[in-house]
């Protein structure tokens, strides 16, 4: 919800806007509960703790409590880690919480901590930098070279599936999700005798991607349509969500749909080699699930993305096949084509073969399907049902709406001449049976938005790393890497003294 973020979870609708400049949600007696509600208030209290943090701290600081947070060095053998502490980057909070061999008991959290207080005077529970909470499979460069290390935080969604504790066997089912901060500690290689001052920011840059929705006046209204042929004219209450799946510029950006926010979706604890119903070679998955009902649930013919946390944390999409059968006492799903190995590897000699469950490998449904169709309903973009189609619908110019279903457009655009958009830009947008369809204008994306800061350059062929964080009260740092201007605490205690003198 951070920032304007929201998720994959089962939701109604999102409807937090922060021009309208609501602090609270009142509820009131005898009425219905609805999830919306409840998450605007989340939202509502994201953005208040995000801003007023971010007002208070600067774009990206470190408290004198952990002096040590993200501070990069070298151990005596040589490998590159990665200081335990609390920083603050762009008002979210992002904190190493360090080894966990090494902790001790911090009076004031009143909790087990790298970073008791008051501060240590020296440095301990550093981790190693491949050893990163959220960034699986990451080795250290061999090259000898230069490089910016950088932060980079984000907001995620965290489901069942991720992380089973969330369901309480007393109940037996989940009953809400998590908003989870991930850090990541990032190289990107810079020229030789670089420094802070003038190693740049070379991290990804914003998507450049806008999505505006409107409502087909003449869609067809059909015998099971609630509403006249304007508008919406679906049987059901939707949470629309169009999300970017290849990255890119017009023409090569892709994107795909679910009317049910993503939330269509299930474990994978196996992937077996089979052949199909055509007897072509694909995969069988064994899920945990076949789905909540028929209409929330999976069935020849759907598109699923196959993906896990490593993906996901890479900043990659999953790959899209089309479910060719389904064995709903087997709780197996075979695809119409392979599942690609190398990105969801499986284990042990026998079938089934068992994928890694430290990598929750999972499917999602999307829904688009069929031929898909401009805006006049005649002019066809492209084929999903076409034998060899990748299920994945191509972004068109701006200007050129795409059907989605029942009355329902999209059309992209771009905020700056030749931007592109990311893999992973997402807008959602609900649908109602009253025919009404939130409106989208030029919408940037909803998420996911990350937010960067320096660290140090760090010298591989040199075995040093200069500091490049900002402690909190120094507005920026010069060239030996001091505060250059008047320190924020030092400006407020010439206030005082000031004042006392009045």
Same mark, same amino acid.
């Given at each position: 919800?951070?920032?304007?973020?929201?998720?994959?979870?089962?939701?109604?609708?999102?409807?937090?806007?922060?021009?309208?400049?609501?602090?609270?949600?009142?509820?009131?007696?005898?009425? /219905?509960?609805?999830?919306? %509600?409840?998450?605007?208030? $989340? +939202?509502? =209290?994201?953005?208040? @703790?995000? #801003?007023?943090?971010?007002?208070?701290?600067?774009?990206?600081?470190?408290?004198?409590?952990?002096?040590?947070?993200?501070?990069?060095?070298?151990?005596?053998?040589?490998?590159?880690?990665?200081?335990?502490?609390?920083?603050?980057?762009?008002?979210?909070?992002?904190?190493?919480?360090?080894?966990?061999?090494?902790?001790?008991?911090?009076?004031?959290?009143?909790?087990?901590?790298?970073?008791?207080?008051?501060?240590?005077?020296?440095?301990?529970?550093?981790?190693?930098?491949?050893?990163?909470?959220?960034?699986?499979? /990451?080795?250290?460069?061999? %090259?000898?070279?230069?490089? $910016? +290390?950088? =932060?980079?935080?984000? @907001?995620? #969604?965290?489901?069942?599936?991720?992380?089973?504790?969330?369901?309480?066997?007393?109940?037996?089912?989940?009953?809400?999700?998590?908003?989870?901060?991930?850090?990541?500690?990032?190289?990107?290689?810079?020229?030789?005798?670089?420094?802070?001052?003038?190693?740049?920011?070379?991290?990804?840059?914003?998507?450049?991607?806008?999505?505006?929705?409107?409502?087909?006046?003449?869609?067809?209204?059909?015998?099971?349509?609630?509403?006249?042929?304007?508008?919406?004219?679906?049987?059901?209450?939707?949470?629309?969500?169009?999300?970017?799946?290849?990255?890119?510029?017009?023409?090569?950006?892709?994107?795909?749909?679910?009317?049910?926010?993503?939330?269509?979706?299930?474990?994978?604890?196996?992937?077996?080699?089979?052949?199909?119903?055509?007897?072509?070679?694909?995969?069988?998955?064994?899920?945990?699930?076949?789905?909540?009902?028929?209409?929330?649930?999976?069935?020849?013919?759907?598109?699923?993305?196959?993906?896990?946390?490593?993906?996901?944390?890479?900043?990659?999409?999953?790959?899209?096949?089309?479910?060719?059968?389904?064995?709903?006492?087997?709780?197996?799903?075979?695809?119409?084509?392979?599942?690609?190995?190398?990105?969801?590897?499986?284990?042990?000699?026998?079938?089934?073969?068992?994928?890694?469950?430290?990598?929750?490998?999972?499917?999602?449904?999307?829904?688009?399907?069929?031929?898909?169709?401009?805006?006049?309903?005649?002019?066809?973009?492209?084929?999903?049902?076409?034998?060899?189609?990748?299920?994945?619908?191509?972004?068109?110019?701006?200007?050129?709406?795409?059907?989605?279903?029942?009355?329902?457009?999209?059309?992209?655009?771009?905020?700056?001449?030749?931007?592109?958009?990311?893999?992973?830009?997402?807008?959602?947008?609900?649908?109602?049976?009253?025919?009404?369809?939130?409106?989208?204008?030029?919408?940037?994306?909803?998420?996911?938005?990350?937010?960067?800061?320096?660290?140090?350059?760090?010298?591989?062929?040199?075995?040093?790393?200069?500091?490049?964080?900002?402690?909190?009260?120094?507005?920026?740092?010069?060239?030996?890497?001091?505060?250059?201007?008047?320190?924020?605490?030092?400006?407020?205690?010439?206030?005082?003294?000031?004042?006392?003198?009045?």
């Amino acid at each position: 919800m951070q920032g304007g973020n929201t998720v994959s979870f089962d939701t109604s609708r999102f409807r937090f806007d922060p021009w309208r400049n609501y602090s609270g949600v009142v509820m009131e007696q005898g009425r /219905v509960q609805l999830d919306s %509600d409840w998450n605007e208030w $989340l +939202a509502q =209290l994201a953005r208040r @703790t995000q #801003a007023e943090t971010l007002d208070i701290l600067g774009r990206a600081a470190y408290p004198a409590a952990t002096p040590f947070a993200f501070r990069i060095d070298f151990d005596s053998s040589g490998k590159l880690r990665i200081g335990p502490g609390r920083m603050y980057v762009d008002g979210l909070l992002a904190e190493n919480h360090g080894d966990a061999s090494t902790v001790t008991w911090d009076p004031a959290l009143g909790e087990m901590s790298n970073t008791p207080q008051p501060p240590p005077a020296t440095e301990s529970g550093a981790i190693l930098y491949t050893a990163q909470p959220y960034l699986p499979v /990451v080795t250290q460069p061999t %090259d000898g070279g230069t490089y $910016l +290390a950088y =932060l980079d935080v984000w @907001t995620r #969604a965290v489901d069942y599936l991720q992380d089973p504790a969330l369901i309480d066997a007393a109940v037996g089912i989940d009953t809400t999700g998590r908003l989870q901060t991930v850090w990541q500690v990032r190289l990107a290689l810079v020229s030789s005798g670089a420094s802070c001052g003038n190693a740049g920011t070379p991290w990804p840059g914003p998507s450049s991607g806008l999505l505006t929705t409107a409502p087909v006046n003449s869609a067809p209204a059909g015998p099971c349509c609630l509403t006249s042929n304007t508008g919406y004219t679906g049987a059901e209450n939707q949470n629309y969500r169009v999300e970017i799946h290849t990255p890119g510029p017009v023409g090569t950006a892709t994107f795909k749909w679910s009317r049910d926010n993503g939330s269509v979706e299930t474990g994978v604890t196996a992937i077996t080699p089979v052949t199909n119903s055509v007897l072509v070679a694909a995969s069988q998955l064994s899920v945990l699930s076949m789905g909540r009902d028929q209409v929330l649930g999976f069935a020849p013919g759907d598109w699923i993305e196959i993906l896990d946390d490593d993906l996901e944390l890479a900043g990659l999409h999953g790959n899209l096949h089309r479910i060719d059968t389904i064995d709903f006492a087997g709780k197996t799903i075979t695809l119409d084509s392979p599942a690609d190995a190398t990105k969801f590897p499986v284990t042990g000699g026998t079938m089934p073969y068992q994928t890694d469950p430290n990598r929750h490998t999972r499917i999602r449904r999307w829904d688009q399907s069929g031929k898909v169709y401009q805006s006049d309903g005649t002019t066809v973009v492209t084929d999903l049902g076409a034998a060899g189609s990748s299920g994945e619908i191509p972004v068109t110019a701006a200007g050129i709406a795409v059907i989605l279903e029942n009355g329902v457009t999209v059309s992209f655009g771009l905020s700056t001449a030749g931007g592109s958009f990311n893999s992973g830009d997402f807008w959602t947008f609900a649908a109602r049976t009253d025919g009404s369809l939130d409106q989208l204008t030029n919408a940037p994306p909803q998420g996911m938005h990350h937010h960067y800061t320096p660290l140090s350059v760090v010298d591989f062929a040199a075995g040093s790393a200069s500091d490049c964080r900002t402690p909190w009260g120094c507005e920026c740092k010069d060239s030996c890497g001091g505060c250059c201007t008047v320190t924020r605490s030092e400006e407020h205690t010439s206030e005082l003294q000031s004042l006392r003198h009045l």
